[in-house]
């Protein structure tokens, strides 16, 4: 993948599309490589959660929270924090849960209060009950339910998180397949790829004091394989896609180059996969958005991600990807006239690849990450937030020597 063919997106430090808000660590199953620690009494009162947000908007233009943790259906007042950030601060709250504690009652609940959606993080490398063991293909039973479960209440964004390891990467391309059967009622599918320590090449320190392997919660997995790319998931995909391709990304830190966050834009039927947009169309969409609501764009309304038709017809004169897809789909109904009162649906695919060390040690974060969290009255990066909160400082790596 060449940087220079995708559009590179424009978000800064404070000026983004999202906050992540975390209103408790207390989480209700395991999984595996998790970054963040479980502590069963850190639920935040609302005047906590109010005071973070009042962080965030002080210090950061948004489009949308994301409610996360820890597992924010486990507290207890989920609903009105939901409710605050609609109501008080004029923001689309999204929550981010495993599911588990999710029910037709409680997603209701979530909804009269002002919900916009739902990221589910669904995936072969979590402990939980009535799922262990299974693989990713499996698991596709559980997402779809949960699919269902938001179509049935309306009007909300279905969207589900898989963190790839090395022994379920052979599975992403039939994840993609699984999520274009479901287009019109599965909004976006999120690769997040495993982050390990690599223990092997680097000692970790916080301040002066050496940190042992066994303190750092994101464990070595696989006898402390290389980090996973997202270029290397893309390929995998390309094997039975060809035509599969992004649109825009954000580069590193330290190498401007890396794919941190890669952003996959497509238009189809539960069918047929129509085309891809290319880098005009998230230029248009994110700068169109930020020109007049004064903040880039995180997340549409679910009947505006039917339109695909409109958008074909909108986008085809300044994006080439767009034209294309009208292209194959005006074939289509050429053949199949009776497809035309069909509805096209526009999915989205995203690729996060966390953060990883160059050879002298320096860490090559997110530039411009969309999830930065609340600390002491800062923004930092919420997947580095148990780096502070157990050593009262960010690690840094040495390379080893000998």
């Known amino acids: 993948m060449d940087p220079s063919q995708y559009y590179r997106l424009p978000w800064t430090l404070n000026d983004n599309v999202l906050a992540w808000l975390e209103p408790t660590k207390k989480c209700n199953i395991y999984c595996e490589g998790c970054y963040s620690t479980n502590e069963h009494d850190s639920h935040k009162t609302l005047t906590q959660v109010r005071a973070d947000l009042d962080v965030f908007t002080a210090k950061r233009k948004m489009d949308s929270v994301s409610i996360a943790g820890g597992d924010p259906l486990t507290h207890p007042e989920i609903v009105d924090i939901v409710r605050i950030i609609r109501d008080e601060y004029r923001l689309k709250p999204v929550v981010n849960t495993n599911g588990h504690a999710m029910t037709p009652d409680v997603l209701h609940a979530l909804k009269e209060a002002g919900l916009h959606g739902v990221t589910f ?21 559980l997402r779809l339910e949960f699919a269902r479960m938001v179509e049935a209440e309306g009007g909300l964004t279905c ?53 042992q392997p066994d303190e750092v919660v994101y464990q070595d997995q696989d006898k402390n394989p290389a980090p996973m790319t997202t270029p290397e998931l893309v390929a995998l995909i ?16 330290k190498d401007p180059t890396s794919f941190k966050w890669t952003l996959v834009g497509r238009v189809g039927t539960p069918d047929r996969i129509h085309g891809y947009v290319g880098k005009r169309f998230m230029e248009v969409i994110q700068t169109g958005h930020h020109l007049f609501a004064g903040r880039y764009l995180a997340y549409s309304h679910p009947a505006l991600l039917s339109q695909g038709k409109a958008m074909l017809a909108g986008f085809a004169p300044v994006d080439a990807g767009v034209r294309a897809a009208a292209k194959d789909w005006i074939k289509a109904m050429i053949r ?44 930092v990066w919420s997947c580095r937030l148990d780096e502070l909160k157990r050593h009262g400082a960010f690690l840094s790596c040495r390379p080893r020597t000998g």
């Open 121 to 141: 993080h669904i995936d072969s490398g979590q402990g939980r009950p009535g799922w262990k063991k299974k693989d990713e293909l499996e698991l596709c039973e």
């Open 159 to 211: 969207a589900f998180n898989m963190t790839v390891y090395p022994s379920n990467a052979h599975h992403v391309p039939a994840m993609v397949r699984w999520a274009q059967e479901h287009i019109d009622i599965v909004h976006a599918m999120v690769f997040i790829l495993f982050r390990t320590s690599r223990s092997a090449e680097f000692e970790y320190w916080a301040g002066a004091k050496e940190v």
């Open 238 to 253: 390309q094997q039975t896609e060809p035509h599969f391709d992004a649109s825009a990304y954000l580069g590193g830190t």
């Open 336 to 379: 199949a006239p009776r497809q035309l009162a069909r509805p096209l649906h526009f999915q989205s695919i995203a690729f996060i690849q966390p953060i990883d060390h160059m050879a002298d040690g320096e860490a090559n974060m997110c530039d411009g990450c969309p999830d930065m969290t609340v600390h002491e009255g800062q923004l």
